[in-house]
């Protein structure tokens, strides 16, 4: 188990590396200048020059990335924008906790809705519970996320009037006239509906499946045949078995989401990592980019390794190979 | 033309396990195969028995070299091709063919049945398209099928069918050796029937050589002229056939032919059955000296698991890898047991 | 009073391609303490018939009818908390593949413990006492210890003792056993059951025991009921069946055997394949592949009767006794291949 995790760990840092490479070959690809866009729109060239040298943007591209690199590894410090100066660390750490709220939030109620869905499915197959359910999904995947996120502003935040239509506001401190529990939750409840719509889809009819499988397997006919009720039946031979994968599915796509639900952030105007990815995208900001690329890879890293320790954890066939 | 078709000389096959952080490095290894030694003369059948395990499969595969050997020796009509290279054994593998078990998957879904069958002609490129169509039309029929049904697909056809076209496809290239991995293990008896006796006939016809793995005793004994019996990766006992189920020398080849149950009541419940305890072994520890010491009622401690078996000669052409093999047979299990000294060459 | 009757038991599926009728009229019986064997090929319908007796059939794909009388009470019409009851307590069975017929995930402690309080009030701890004394029983090594483990760390035949012990733990009157040594290999085929046979001593129950191989039945069964396309198409005592066999079909299943101790050049074949059970032939369900087959066979389904001089061996066939005699010569004789076929 050790051998497995420095290995993992070891695969971790090469991936890290790869990852913050290729974001910044992209970044020099691009024909744009953001010296130009740092000096402002009335610069003299000089003032574009001079920008460009303070941005260290006149200095050979692996030296860059060197650089990048050293600073991230001694000062642990992720740089300035380009565009604001602003330390780049405490931005992506003031918006990372507004994308966590919104995808803990949708975790929890689309697997509230998927689990129900996707079992009730399975065990009434073509029933009108399983046919209903399977037009959800469809639904479900088919729909644009921003477009569900619209409809749901127009109807429920603007002609109801029942939920504010955007914004954010902080778990624990006020600022701008909202914050707190209540104030929390009651802005997030759209943006948790929109978020979790497309994964209570996949979800659901992954766990149909699943569970259609394993009440087909060996060992439930076994159990049965010992004079087991339908209930325990369920309870202790299907759903142990059926909702394994579900386990790393879900760890693989929180560490994902936790990169930014670029979608409904955008559509409700929270500020959260995936707003600023798109924001320092369009103004080239690099030093930013590089920032949220870090982050959302390192949760990504995190997760899967919490993933396959939890799943080698709950299989015994894993643990105790 | 020499007698010996296929000569197979302490023939080794390990599957290496690793382990390591960034470099693999390799701890131990799964000896599937273990110095396994046999001949096969011309026009015969040698049948391979052994359980799961034994390693009869990966053996196969060796010969035919679908697997590389880790070491030994594969003679295959006086050239050795154990090490030669995939390019120069291309020419070499229309002359031995393979009949697989599970006839549902053996046989490509997508394909139709004339496509399969006459595949390895088209690469082989023995004859124009209309040429290859009329031998597979004549194979159809030689195996019992309707030539007509040239441009079905596998799963129109029936288990038993299905064995049939992989009987054809393998015969389509006129091969030396037919290399049949537990043909029959998946089909029903009756149709076990229609295909062992197709293999005979075919074997009387065309003067075929087979090579019949198995793990059913009654199936080998039916159709073999001498009989090779495995465990865990060695070989245990090769005779003539009417000798190794009348008179067996290896402990582990009277345990298996007491183990196989006899369509008779009466025969079958006076019978004494010699009964082995425990499991067969991982062929990764395999166990020390020989192989069948832990579960042989003829143990001797000191012996069987300190000193490598002979390998002794019984007449022409019986050999068994044993410290104390059978004086008589049959024996019951106290008989069994009861050996005393070795028995000298 | 035998200990299960059944009485023209009958199951269809329905399904997409239609009703596939998969035991159509099978009646039998089996007394207190004996070896009932139920002999046919895939796809004859003998494991269907004993997980209709069990009623482990999808209920909302299956159609039963007939008679399924254990100790006079009828489980074909038990109500399912009945059915439960009986599962597991009275009437236990073992599957083919011991690989996949134990949960991956629970321990064998538990899931022996499982099959004990689902039917008896007892603590966890004498659930686990009894579950290590049939651990034992059945020749597992360190039964306290290995309670404790998963499926996955044990052989094949380890955990089909395993299945064993589980099917055992209650004591019941009858277990069935369906195919439980297909899957491995014969040196443990013949662990197996020769445990069977000791258990059965030990506890008293009557066995069905469902498979292909003639030669298992031979070895234990009493009686013996060869099944062919859904039907029964004889019955009789062991010796009987394998001495004095009255049904071509029983001719061909005992000749197409190749045998330790006989030497016959050409074993007899049975031309075709079992028919499909969506749309059987009419008459009698062989008539396709017998090689004795005439006009009556074709239009008429044969009946199980007796054969004249013997109570208890029934066959289901049309040809007349003379022929059924030297047919069953020439087959003992090993010439019975010599027929073209």
Known sequence: MFRYLIRRLLWA?????????????????????????AAGQRATPDEIVRARHFLGLDKP???????????????????????????????????????????????ILWMMLALPIGVLSALRPRSLLDRGGMMFVLIGISAPVFWVGLILQYAIGFRLGWTPNSGYCDLLNTQGGCGGPADWAYHLILPWMTFALLFAA?????????????????????????????????RSHVLRNALLPVVTMLGMDIGIALGGAIFTETVFNLPGLGKLAVQSISTFDLPMIEGVVVFTTLCIIVFNLIVDLLYAWIDPRIRLA | MAEELLVVEDLKKHFPITRGIIFQKQIAAVKAVDGVSFTVNRGETLGVVGESGCGKSTMARCVMRLLDPSGGKVIFDGRDITNISQAEMRPIRREM?????????????????????????????????????????????????????????????????????????????????????????????????????????????????????????????????????????????????????SAPKHPYTGALLSAVPVPDPELGRQRKRIVLEGDVPSPINPPSACRFHPRCPRFHEGVCDVVDPPVREFGEDHAATCHYPLEAWPLTDAQMRGAGEPVAS | MALLEVRDLTTHFRTDDGIVKAVDGVSFSIEKGKTLGIVGESGCGKSVTCLTIMGLNPKKMTISSGEALFKGEDLLHASSSRLREIRGNDVAMIFQDPMTSLNPVHKIGDQLGEAILLH????????????????????????????????????????????????????????????????????????????LDRLQEEFGSAIIMITHDLGVVAEIADEVVVMYAAKVIERAPVGDLFRKPRHPYTWGLLGSLPRLDT????????????????????????????????????????????????????????????TKERENRRLQAGSLAEEAS
């Not at chain 1, 090469?14 to 953001?34: E, K, R």
């Not at chain 2, 029936?158 to 091969?175: E, F, K, M, W």
């Not at chain 2, 004994?221 to 189920?245: F, K, P, T």
Request: hydrophobic share 45%; aromatic share 6%; proline share 6%.
């Open chain 1, 13 to 37: 840092g090469v991936l890290f590396i790869a990852v913050t490479v290729v974001t910044y070959v992209i970044f020099f690809i691009i024909p744009a200048d953001p010296a130009r866009l």
């Open chain 1, 61 to 107: 591209v692996p030296v860059q990335y060197a650089l990048f690199l050293k600073r991230l590894v001694i000062d642990h410090s992720l740089g300035h924008s380009f565009t604001n100066r602003q330390d780049v660390n405490k931005v992506v750490l003031t918006a990372a906790p507004v994308t966590a709220s919104l995808v803990f939030g949708g975790v």
């Open chain 1, 202 to 234: 996949i979800y659901a009819r992954m766990i149909r499946a699943n569970t259609m499988d394993t009440m087909n397997e060996d060992y439930v006919r076994t159990a049965r045949a010992k004079g087991a009720p339908e209930s325990q039946v369920l």
């Open chain 2, 97 to 245: 063919m393979m009949i697989f078990q599970d006839p549902y998957a053996s046989l490509n879904p997508r394909k139709r049945v004339g496509f399969i069958i006459g595949e390895a002609l088209e690469v082989n490129k023995m004859g124009s398209g209309r040429e290859i169509k009329q031998r597979v039309q004549e194979l159809l029929d030689i195996v019992g099928l309707n030539p007509e049904h040239y441009n079905r697909f596998p799963h129109e056809f029936s288990g038993g069918q299905r064995q049939r076209i992989g009987v054809a496809r393998a015969l389509a290239v006129n091969p030396k050796l037919i290399v049949c991995d537990e043909p029959v293990s998946a089909l029903d008896v009756s149709v076990q029937a229609q295909i062992l006796n197709l293999l005979k006939d075919l074997q009387d016809e065309f003067n075929l050589t087979y090579v019949f793995i198995a793990h059913d005793l009654n199936v080998v004994r039916h159709i073999s002229n001498r009989v090779m019996v495995m465990y865990l990766g060695s070989v245990a006992e090769v005779a003539g056939r009417d000798q190794l189920y």
């Open chain 3, 120 to 195: 008896r009030d007892v603590t966890k701890r004498q659930a686990r006492a009894r579950s290590a004394e049939l651990l034992k029983a059945v020749g597992i090594p360190h039964a306290e210890r290995r309670l404790d483990d998963y499926p996955h760390q044990f052989s094949g035949g380890m955990r089909q003792r395993v299945m064993i012990a589980m099917a055992l733990v209650n004591d019941p009157d009858l277990l069935i056993a369906d195919e439980p040594t297909t899957a491995l290999d014969v040196t443990t085929q013949a662990q197996i059951l020769n445990l």
């Open chain 3, 263 to 322: 030497d016959t050049e050409r074993l007899v074949q049975i031309p075709g394949s079992p028919p499909s059970l969506l749309n059987p032939p009419a008459g009698c369900r062989f008539n396709p592949r017998c090689a004795y087959a005439f006009d009556r066979c074709r239009a008429e389904q044969p009946v199980l009767e007796p054969v004249p001089g013997e109570a208890e061996h029934l066959q289901a066939c049309f040809l007349d006794e003379e």
